[in-house]
């Protein structure tokens, strides 16, 4: 009779194993099929996209941009290529972006090689991070980013869309040079920072140096057979000219942007970035951006070091760069308690990370200037921050800043005289006002989002195949495509302005 009963529970234990086991099973396959009908889904709306792609190219303009950086990346120069892209998009002009896989994203390792957004394709390659991130591995990424953009331009061949070239990486606008002797394709280059000018200014490589030499030569080239040539001041346009005479009527200054209705000044009391970093009581000088060897970072140290008994004023920087392990070291060995250090912020913190800040830092290093733009100054401006400016005396930075009255000019080294700066605005809450009102201010009325993209529209336009129509069909978003900041989250566009 015990067996008998053992048997009966065994029998009953077996039966709701049965059962558990089923209604998992009944649970788990819709949750499955729902999955594969997704990615069914996605995979059908990636081929219409591609054969719609496909079938009009030959039917409407199209703009192909060419930039190894580009979100998720948190590099300057694909957040701006992400939100010009989006903007000339949503005019009704095809675009193109071809890229490489994140190398700069600390969230993100890597993203769909393929999206398709509102009238945009972004492709990506894997390429350009084969090989890890030190200087000269950068350099074969470079190499092998453009030999894999050259295969898929090859097929442009007389199809007559418009290009444009960034110097992402710097040798990239001598790869399009060369396309267009090639496929007779019309490009255009854009010039975020000049080589091989920055090597020999920093020391890197000789001035009469045979890639030097050859360089400067190619450029030249470059300039001559482009549509046209955008810098982002004037100071790289004159260099332009004195490296390609011929040039010279093809050159336009269009300068970085940010957005203002995105990053508006706000209180500190209501900035959760502020409330949580501890900095609602202090009065906080920022830098946000690259730590790099263009931008001098040891003048705002030594004013660091002055202030350090002050102990209501607190220096914070944002992001890395080449420079960043020396500046910790320059705090570890100074004892700066004054100084923070922070990574990269996400696009959705920007607008409140930098209205945390009472005075904003943007600096040129001593033989960096008309090599390179900072463009952390339009986040700022946005912000409406009193400016304070390192730089050489003959600077554009320095004159922008001094005519314009939103901040005040240093010289390099000259960390002294930023000290006492920084230590008079925190006595006069009334100059922090009127500097940050004078830096908003110079905003709207030159760098709005609106106004530089309208610039580069009247560039792109005329170039375009006039056998072509403008306004494309729309294309269906891809799910779960990379971010588009500027669609999704404008402040995207604003890492772009704080990260150069």
């Excluded at 790289?236 to 336009?252: F, H, L, N």
């Excluded at 008079?424 to 201010?441: E, F, I, N, T, W």
Aim: with cysteine.
């Amino acid at each position: 009779m015990l067996v008998g009963l053992l048997r009966d529970k065994q029998s009953v234990d077996s039966s709701q194993e049965l059962q558990l086991s089923l209604f998992d099973e009944t649970d788990y396959v819709p949750r499955a099929a729902r999955g594969i009908r997704r990615k069914l889904g996605l995979a059908v709306d990636i081929a219409k996209n591609r054969l719609n792609w496909r079938m009009t190219r030959n039917r409407f303009a199209r703009f192909t941009v060419v930039s190894q950086f580009f979100p998720p990346d948190f590099a300057a120069t694909g957040q701006l290529l992400d939100d010009l892209s989006a903007r000339l998009a949503r005019k009704g002009l095809q675009v193109q972006v071809l890229t490489g896989q994140p190398a700069y994203a600390y969230n993100e390792s890597a993203a769909d090689r393929i999206v398709f957004d509102l009238n945009r394709c972004i492709r990506r390659t894997r390429l350009s991070r084969l090989v890890p991130q030190k200087l000269r591995g950068r350099a074969i990424n470079g190499v092998l980013f453009c030999g894999r953009v050259a295969m898929r331009l090859v097929r442009y061949t007389r199809r007559g869309d418009l290009i444009l070239y960034t110097t992402e990486p710097a040798y990239l606008p001598v790869l399009g040079w060369m396309m267009h002797l090639v496929t007779r394709t019309p490009y255009v280059v854009l010039f975020y920072d000049l080589y091989p000018d920055v090597l020999f200014r920093l020391g890197v490589l000789p001035r009469d140096h045979w890639i030097c030499r050859l360089w400067e030569t190619l450029n030249a080239k470059v300039c001559a057979s482009a549509q046209s040539v955008i810098v982002l001041s004037e100071p790289i346009a004159e260099r332009v000219c004195q490296m390609a005479p011929e040039a010279r009527s093809k050159i336009q200054v269009i300068p970085s942007w940010a957005n203002p209705d995105v990053i508006q000044p706000r209180p500190k009391s209501v900035n959760r970035f502020a409330v949580a970093n501890g900095l609602t009581k202090s009065f906080t000088v920022m830098y946000s951006g690259n730590q790099g060897r263009c931008h001098d970072l040891d003048t705002l140290m030594a004013a660091a070091k002055l202030l350090r008994d002050e102990r209501d004023i607190k220096f914070v920087l944002i992001g890395k760069g080449a420079l960043h392990p020396h500046l910790r070291e320059i705090a570890a060995e100074w004892e700066l308690s004054n100084c923070r250090f922070l990574p990269y912020q996400d696009p959705e913190v920007l607008p409140e990370s930098l209205t945390a800040a009472d005075v904003a830092v943007v600096s040129v290093g001593s033989q960096s200037e008309s090599l390179v733009a900072p463009c952390k100054l339009y986040g700022h401006l946005a912000a409406g921050t009193p400016i304070a400016a390192i730089s050489p005396a003959d600077s554009y930075l320095a004159q922008l800043v001094e005519r314009e009255g939103c901040g005040r000019w240093f010289a390099n080294g000259n960390a002294e005289a930023l000290a006492r700066w920084i230590k008079d605005l925190k006595d006069q809450p009334q100059l922090v006002q009127a500097y940050g009102q004078s830096a908003r201010d110079l905003l709207m009325r030159t760098a709005t989002p609106d106004l530089v993209v309208d610039r580069y529209w009247s560039v792109i336009q005329p170039n375009l195949p006039s056998r072509k129509v403008l306004e494309s069909p729309q294309l269906t978003a891809t799910p779960n495509l990379i971010p588009n900041w500027s669609l999704i989250n404008p402040s995207g566009f604003s890492e772009a302005m704080t990260h150069a």
